[in-house]
């Protein structure tokens, strides 16, 4: 398909999606307690041991740096770390770093964030049940039902001049995939021009209108777009159906549980006391006006 006539995404992939500024990221679920058997001693630091859990959380920690990194040499690489981050956090403590205040500030906000992480990650996966799943998709689904699609090829000139050349010879019976890959400049000439099927507003405006108009089998004048001069050739119509729920469950999955948070954080902003320092209190509203009381009539 062409990506460049394509400024929205679908229908049911807008439904799904939640604004960033109204969501939280998702925190990683904290794992049940390992047995001894099961998170092995690895390394010990001045008597400090250093599990393979231990490991496994640094990985997870420093993923974007080792992205890059064989993984036959990652664990050695992480363990290295851990050793050399005991070494120093022991030097640190005799030297009483964490008795600054700088210190007891990122210590603060790093357990804060634990705190915050640990309890959204909870209340998400209380959230992400079948019921809820199934209610998602039923609802985005019936947005979706009795939608008009629309199979069309295309071919993108430059001027005018070249589309109208182009429907002249289309109408003494040219063949449209043909001329298409011949003559149209858009990434997906070597289609035939074929765009698959695609909803209205899922084109921009102007294409829309003229494909969504034609019949079957019928091709375009001219029509301008901000990409160029298209001639438009309707292959078929037909009602959208939505995609299977396999399909689409790990967005729904991901929308239900961030709902679920944002919702929870919403209610404890509800009863908490906020008071904000950075802002000028808004100016109180004057009362309306007494009327004055008329003379008395003598």
């Given at each position: 398909m062409t990506a460049s006539l394509r400024p929205m995404s679908s229908r049911l992939r807008r439904t799904l999606a939640l604004s960033a500024s109204s969501c939280l990221a998702l925190a990683l679920l904290a794992g049940a307690p390992a047995r001894a058997e099961d998170n092995p001693v690895l390394a010990k630091v001045n008597g400090a041991e250093i599990h393979q859990s231990d490991v496994a959380l640094a990985e997870e920690e420093l993923a974007p740096s080792l992205a890059q990194m064989d993984p036959s040499a990652r664990k050695d690489a992480v363990l290295a770390f851990l050793i050399d981050m005991k070494i120093v956090a022991k030097a640190a403590e005799e030297k009483k770093v964490a008795e600054q205040a700088d210190f007891k500030r990122k210590l603060d906000f790093a357990r804060?964030?634990?705190?915050?992480?640990?309890?959204?990650?909870?209340?998400?996966?209380?959230?992400?049940?079948?019921?809820?799943?199934?209610?998602?998709?039923?609802?985005?689904?019936?947005?979706?039902?009795?939608?008009?699609?629309?199979?069309?090829?295309?071919?993108?000139?430059?001027?005018?001049?070249?589309?109208?050349?182009?429907?002249?010879?289309?109408?003494?019976?040219?063949?449209?995939?043909?001329?298409?890959?011949?003559?149209?400049?858009?990434?997906?000439?070597?289609?035939?021009?074929?765009?698959?099927?695609?909803?209205?507003?899922?084109?921009?405006?102007?294409?829309?209108?003229?494909?969504?108009?034609?019949?079957?089998?019928?091709?375009?004048?001219?029509?301008k777009t901000q990409f160029g001069w298209h001639i438009i050739k309707v292959e078929e119509k037909r009602n959208r159906q939505p995609p299977d729920f396999a399909q689409v469950k790990p967005q729904i999955e991901q929308y239900v549980t961030r709902k679920a948070q944002s919702e929870y954080v919403a209610k404890l902003r509800e009863t908490a006391k906020i008071e904000r320092m950075d802002k000028a209190a808004a100016p109180a509203v004057p009362a309306p006006a007494t009327p004055a009381t008329p003379p008395a009539k003598k």
């Open positions: 804060n964030r634990l705190l915050m992480d640990n309890l959204l990650a909870a209340e998400g996966k209380a959230a992400l049940t079948d019921e809820a799943m199934k209610k998602v998709y039923d609802d985005a689904a019936k947005q979706i039902a009795g939608e008009q699609e629309v199979h069309a090829r295309h071919i993108l000139v430059p001027t005018e001049d070249e589309a109208k050349a182009i429907k002249a010879e289309l109408d003494k019976g040219a063949d449209f995939a043909k001329l298409a890959k011949e003559k149209s400049k858009d990434p997906g000439a070597s289609d035939g021009g074929d765009l698959g099927f695609f909803t209205k507003e899922q084109m921009v405006p102007e294409f829309s209108k003229v494909a969504f108009e034609l019949e079957p089998g019928k091709i375009s004048d001219p029509v």
